[in-house]
């Protein structure tokens, strides 16, 4: 396991730089290629044994329980942690990368599922929260994608017949 590694794509070699500066500890090194830059953080054999031991530990206990996420506390920051598409990921570096890939298909769709809900609130006069039971009831009583019936309220200027209806039977 020695020379086990995690690699951070940077904007710009100045970006891998300021990063590289900010490692506080960790040894990290710039590789440019191609106009792409990357720092590279090397683990030491011990670090990156338990790193791999606890990620692939908490993907399988995630995958064993049928949950989809945990919340993982780092220091004073909370990640969650989304379960591996097929329990079993094939290194800890694949398993980082989809990780990271989870998170930011996650935040994306929150981020329009909050949009919803506002424009929800707004249209129907409801409080942000009654806005999400209702749309995601709607969601489920109609077997749709929450995040796709999300989209659709905000794009539209006509709120979905199936969240007006249920909306209606909540008042």
């Not at 891998?16 to 191609?34: I, K, P």
């Not at 206990?61 to 949950?67: C, E, F, I, R």
């Not at 920051?77 to 079993?88: E, S, Y």
Request: glycine content about 8%; charged content about 25%; some cysteine.
């Amino acid at each position: 396991m020695p020379g086990e590694s995690i690699r951070i794509v940077a904007p710009d070699e100045e970006r891998a730089n300021s990063l590289v500066g900010a490692l506080d500890g960790a040894h990290g090194r710039v590789y440019s290629e191609d106009g792409a830059h990357e720092v590279q953080v090397v683990l030491d054999t011990q670090s990156a044994a338990s790193l791999t031991q606890l990620f692939h530990a908490v993907g399988t206990w995630l995958h064993n329980g049928d949950d989809s996420s945990c919340i993982v506390h780092f220091g004073d920051r909370a990640f969650t942690l989304l379960a591996p598409q097929d329990g079993k990921p094939a290194d800890a570096t694949q398993f980082l990368l989809e990780r990271t890939i989870q998170l930011q298909t996650a935040l994306e769709t929150r981020v329009v599922i909050e949009q919803a809900k506002g424009v929800l609130a707004e249209r129907l006069g409801l409080d942000i929260d009654e806005a999400f039971r209702v749309l995601r009831s709607a969601a489920r009583s109609n077997g749709r994608n929450l995040r796709e019936l999300a989209v659709e309220v905000v794009r539209s200027p006509e709120t979905p017949p199936e969240v007006t209806r249920l909306a209606d039977r909540r008042r």
